[in-house]
């Protein structure tokens, strides 16, 4: 791989204000939100049928607009192409003029049972990148069809409390005349979860073609534990019938606010006839109390306690990296016993409610080798001629079964002439050292180890290389990936505070003035020492990406300025390559070290490097064997650590590793038009390995000077993408420190924008991410008084952006007469007001026969300030705002008319805001008279 390097003049007050990262770069990038929405009508069609669908897209009004280039595309086989040219003239089916919807009507035919995705366009003067909305789907239904939507996929909740939350039944019936549903609930367990729902025992009629009911249920959590709530149902029409179903989990946590405590620990072991400092993290997760006070407790085997080793702390002091992070550490000096011999330690948290919380038992092993495996000689590199990976010529990992004595050990390594360089004693992971006799000798070395009954898996001690690019185009030196990724708007309300992010790579250059005060140092694994120091410029650039301090007048700013990096070096020079700054490899043995002990400090881990399969790896994955590596990384996910790698360069989609093991987030690489990068001899590896994409092409970095004098350098490469993930997944956990690795990551995904026929996943948004202002992740993140739910369309209605939309809304029955649905942020400091932006209706049952007729339900939102001012944004009410009737919807207990105002727009209505310590609200409220007839919907939540 070649690479080149180009010269960068300093970015000198680059951050003279918030958001002047690069005005030209935000303006450009800030048209993609000129679209307010894009409908059609119908929204659904039918198998083999043709139909006159009507595009709409809203665009707010704007002199540079240019009014005839806003353009219909329809994706096929992945690639958006025009249809249409959408108009505001009054002409071709467009209602009105010159009043910014933008018109389109298209005959289209669903050929078979699908989806249609389509978009929007516009052009603007002076902007050379089209803007486009977002992608509306239109689904293509069989002649009968039935779909069941939870309102919530998952409701956390605590013992005693009582949740509200719906179902929507989505009719679709081609034939005409009547169709009738029938719907059952069922809960898993059967007891311990109370249920009042308004679902009609009877069953549902409709002579439409398409039509919503809605089913509300209200929980009751009487005793804790997971339930599993089935909503199951049938719809018949003329001897036919279909069946669907959907589930929520509800998960109740116990009255005293009980979580989840985790408990690891690097190093893993002690060497015989010596004394060494261990460094135990404990993570808390799920707890619905305050934060909980936890100790380190050695046991002995059986589990019962031997003696208190001292309080865990969260408050950012040595060895904690950061205060507030449920990342709770105690650094023990322990002693080794007899070679063989355990020690035991559980971490228990005492919680502020009563009672207690244990974690799982960590065995400490006395052994007579080295703790933790030993730096590789970089000559002793060999490639492997089939597929190109690298490997160490001298070198295996042998993990031994959990049966296997010292003696049975050393028996084994005997058997071909090795010695044990190293031990990780958390995988039982030997580093076993070999004669050099090339790829061959290295099978045979597996071969015979394999064989013996002790060995659990052997395997060789393979070599990745980080990944990048250096373009020498001059238009590539952009800051445009902050604001494609809305981090713009995410840094209002979160910068990271508090979260370590662990950047294992080439080191860090900490000196940095850019990285300075940000950097913990660990361990070095190619030099065997405690300085992890950049030799070459790839991890201080990709660490840089993650966490370069913002706002502070020079350079640039990372995803997540507030949060720490761990620098831990697993990557060095290259054997035959003289000089600093020769891009090396990066050994198995230093990765899976590395793994292990970023798992005991911090929560997020970032991997910008890998490589293809071997030989000798595919051997071992076609008998289900797996890697010291992929041990390591399967122990720190199951102990809630988030692993974030880069997916590869070979622009193919063959596997790459460890981007491919199961539980890592993998990542590739796309461009400022959202698609992926590619290059002639060098591109984004794409494909189901491929979890989630990022900005990763032309971006600007920190570097160390001797590699750029300026200290900032552009690169391409998944190697940049990945660590743009794991900052906003920091911006993420940081404003929800108690969240699980799964739901930071489910956040993530959900929330990220697709791109169709990309193949490297959806691209990540660093707002949506943080503040789930679409709803694309249920209601993550918010919170619900009475009933909050999530839906994908009501009858006719579409979300305005992605797939979901927030609804709030009263009953059954006279349960709830008002429901807020509400989230809780802290606006950062040097923000003094918010410019808020979304998209609402308000939908009724007591249009138009219960209009000034003493009903008079209203909708509001309403952002809150700390002192308790509200600042109104949105009233509309039954008797006071406009309705048309609308069809395909049907809200239990009422009449068969429904009425609604359309989608309406805010569009930027500044608020005054005090920076600091405080609660802001956004608060969206439903009021009406304990009967189900009014709700109001919301999508599209912005910052801007």
């Not at 209200?218 to 997971?226: I, K, R, V």
């Not at 904690?320 to 020690?343: E, Q």
């Not at 039954?878 to 009422?894: E, M, N, T, W, Y």
């Amino acid at each position: 791989m070649k690479h080149t390097r180009q010269t960068r003049p300093m970015l000198a007050a680059l951050l003279g204000g918030l958001f002047a990262f690069s005005a030209a770069s935000l303006a450009t990038s800030a048209r993609a939100a000129e679209f307010d929405s894009l409908a059609a009508t119908p929204n659904t069609l039918f198998a083999n049928t043709a139909a006159s669908v009507t595009f709409v897209a809203k665009l707010q009004p704007d002199p540079a607009l240019n009014r005839s280039s806003v353009r219909l595309l329809r994706n096929t086989n992945g690639v958006f192409a025009q249809v249409a040219t959408m108009r505001d003239d009054g002409s071709n089916g467009d209602a009105v003029a010159n009043d910014n919807l933008f018109t389109a009507v298209l005959p289209i035919a669903g050929t078979g049972v699908g989806q249609l995705d389509f978009r929007a366009t516009a052009a603007y003067t002076g902007v050379l990148k089209r803007a486009q909305s977002s992608t509306l789907p239109l689904q293509v239904l069989p002649s009968l069809d039935l779909q069941i939507q939870a309102g919530q996929k998952t409701i956390t909740m605590v013992q005693g409390q009582s949740v509200s939350a719906a179902y929507t039944l989505q009719v679709g019936h081609q034939g005409g005349g009547a169709a009738s549903v029938q719907a059952s609930h069922e809960i898993t367990p059967a007891t311990g979860l109370g249920l009042v729902t308004d679902l009609s025992p009877g069953g549902y009629t409709t002579n439409q073609s398409s039509q919503t009911f809605l089913v509300q249920d209200q929980f009751t959590a009487n005793e804790a534990g997971d339930y599993t709530v089935k909503l199951s149902g049938t719809l018949t029409a003329g001897g036919a019938s279909d069946q669907a179903s959907d589930t929520m989990l509800v998960r109740v946590l116990p009255a005293n606010g009980a979580g989840l405590l985790t408990l690891n620990v690097y190093p893993g072991g002690l060497q015989t006839g010596s004394s060494a400092a261990l460094t135990f993290g404990a993570s808390y997760t799920l707890g619905a109390g305050a934060a909980p006070a936890v100790r380190l407790v050695e046991v002995n085997a059986d589990g019962n306690p031997v003696r208190e080793q001292g309080a865990m702390r969260d408050d950012g002091a040595d060895p904690d990296i950061a205060a507030g992070d449920s990342v709770f550490s105690n650094r023990a000096t322990l002693t080794a016993g007899a070679a063989g011999s355990l020690r035991y330690f559980k971490a228990l948290a005492t919680l502020a409610g009563g009672g207690e919380v244990a974690s799982g038992t960590l065995a400490i092993p006395s052994l007579p080798f080295p703790i933790g495996f030993a730096p590789v000689n970089p000559a002793a590199t060999v490639t492997d001629p089939d597929t190109g990976a690298m490997l160490q010529c001298d070198q295996v990992i042998v993990q031994f079964k959990p049966e296997a004595t010292l003696a049975g050990v050393n028996a084994t390594v005997a058997l071909v002439n090795g010695q044990v360089l190293g031990v990780e004693p958390q995988l039982n992971a030997y580093q076993v050292g070999i004669a050099c006799n090339g790829v061959a000798g290295v099978q045979a070395a597996i071969d015979t180890l394999q064989q013996q009954p002790l060995v659990a898996v052997a395997g060789p001690n393979g070599v990745s290389m980080p990944g990048e690019f250096t373009p020498n185009d001059p238009s590539y030196a952009s800051t445009y990936a902050p604001g494609l990724v809305r981090a713009d708007e995410a840094w209002l309300i979160a910068r990271g505070k508090n979260m370590v992010v662990a950047v294992l790579d080439t080191g860090v250059d900490y000196n940095h003035p850019d990285l300075a005060g940000r950097v913990v140092k660990g361990k070095d694994y190619i030099n065997g020492d405690n300085d992890p120091q950049d030799d070459h410029s790839h991890g201080t650039h990709v660490a840089g990406i993650v966490a370069a301090k913002g706002h502070n007048g020079i350079g640039i700013a990372g995803m997540a300025w507030d949060a720490k990096i761990l620098a831990i070096k697993v990557c060095g020079g290259k054997a035959g390559v003289p000089g600093v700054g020769a891009l090396g490899g990066c050994p198995d043995s230093a990765v899976t070290s590395g793994i292990l002990e970023a798992a005991s400090k911090a929560r997020i881990v970032n991997m910008s490097l890998g490589g293809p399969v071997s030989t000798l790896e595919s051997i071992m994955n076609f008998f289900g064997w797996q890697t010291a590596r992929q041990q390591a990384v399967n122990a720190a996910v199951a102990g809630g650590v988030m692993v974030v790698a880069a997916s590869g360069n070979a622009n193919t989609s063959s596997t790459y590793l460890p981007c491919a093991y199961a539980g890592v987030l993998c990542v590739g690489n796309t461009t400022s038009a959202d698609v992926r990068y590619t290059h002639p001899t060098f591109g984004s590896n794409y494909g189901a390995q491929v979890d989630i994409a990022a900005p990763g092409t032309g971006i600007l970095s920190t570097v160390p000077a001797f590699s750029d004098a300026s200290g900032y350098g552009t690169k391409t490469g998944t190697s940049m993408a990945a660590p743009l993930v794991a900052g906003v997944a920091a911006l993420v956990w940081a404003n929800n420190p108690g969240w699980t690795r799964a739901q930071v990551e489910d956040r993530l995904l959900r929330t990220a924008v697709p791109l169709p026929g990309q193949q490297v996943g959806p691209r990540v948004d660093a707002f949506d991410a943080v503040f789930n202002g679409s709803f694309e992740n249920d209601l993550s993140g918010w919170k619900t008084s009475g009933t909050g739910s999530v839906v994908t369309r009501l009858g006719p209605i579409n979300p305005t952006k992605d797939l979901r939309m927030g609804m709030v809304s009263t009953g059954p029955d006279a349960a709830v007469a008002t429901s807020d649905l509400y989230q809780e942020f802290t606006v950062q400091p040097d923000a003094t007001e918010l410019s808020i932006s979304f998209s609402y209706a308000m939908i009724t049952e007591e249009f138009p026969e219960w209009v000034n007729r003493g009903y008079n339900d209203d909708f509001r939102v309403t952002l809150e300030a700390p002192n308790g001012a509200e600042h109104e944004l949105v009233l509309e009410t039954v008797d006071g705002s406009a309705f048309s009737l609308i069809g395909g919807i049907d809200f239990p207990g009422g009449d068969s008319t429904v009425g609604w105002t359309g989608w309406r727009h805010i569009v930027s209505r500044k608020v005054p805001v005090t920076p600091g310590a405080g609660t802001y609200r956004l608060r969206v409220r439903d009021r009406g008279d304990g009967i189900y007839d009014t709700n109001g919907i919301m999508d599209n939540i912005r910052f801007k």
